[in-house]
């Protein structure tokens, strides 16, 4: 039987590098705070983003993985389905599964925000 390598961790947000994730474009940048690659999370990927004017994802949507946006600071375009809504601080968004979504930057300050994704891959049950 496999060992369990997953630990309590206490780690400041500045001890993680921000990333460009691939299908994020303009200065998208986040930072994997728990997650598969950074804690060993089995069931959750919790991440700061940090999108600059004019930056922005990919339209997109996921098999399986449900996300919740929670929004910080500045303000956006998010896309969801057939609709855009303004997203601004204190604005939580659900995702299920299936729904193609896509956030813009088109504020004048940066775009700030956590995204919580479950499960941690989009591949569908065994």
Known sequence: MAKDERKPSVKNVA?????????????????????????KTKHLDYRISMYQPMAYV???????????????????????????????????????PGVEHSINNTGV??????????PVTDEEPR
């Open 58 to 96: 990919k339209r997109h949507s996921h098999k399986v993985q449900e996300q919740v946006y929670h929004v910080l600071e500045g303000e956006g375009l998010m896309e969801i389905g057939d609709e855009t809504r303004l997203v601004r601080r204190h604005d939580v968004i659900y995702l299920p």
């Open 109 to 118: 300050q940066d775009l700030i925000f956590i995204v919580v994704t479950s």
């Open 15 to 39: 001890e993680t590098p921000w990333r460009q994730y691939p299908d994020h474009f303009g200065g998208a940048l986040s930072k994997p705070l728990a997650a598969p690659d950074s804690l």
